[in-house]
């Protein structure tokens, strides 16, 4: 493999056979651990997946019939509070 510059960083191409084994595709993110002995090893960075399951699981459903209403949403002054901005009270 030869590394090139890619703007201010290097770059190194993946040969297919390492994109193979790890089933890569463009985009995917992935992690380089030194292994000692100028030696790297290659493995998909499953941390983003990961986070993106987590915040999944933690998921509320909204109730049955909800609508957002962004004009009701934007309808608040800067300072006043989103439960006073529903009735159209001002803030104290």
Excluded: Q
């Excluded at 040969?15 to 998909?44: C, I, Q």
């Excluded at 002054?77 to 989103?82: F, K, S």
């Amino acid at each position: 493999m030869k590394v090139a510059k890619w703007g201010n960083s290097l770059a190194v191409r993946l040969p297919a056979s390492v994109v193979a084994e790890l089933n890569l595709k463009e985009g995917d993110e992935v992690e380089l651990t030194p292994t000692g002995h100028g030696e790297f090893e290659v493995s998909l960075d499953e941390r983003r997946r990961k986070a993106l399951e987590r915040m999944r699981a933690l998921a509320v459903p909204l109730p049955p019939g909800y609508k957002f209403d962004r004009e009701e949403a934007n309808s608040r002054g800067p300072d006043e509070p989103v439960e006073n901005a529903k009735h159209g009270t001002a803030a104290a």
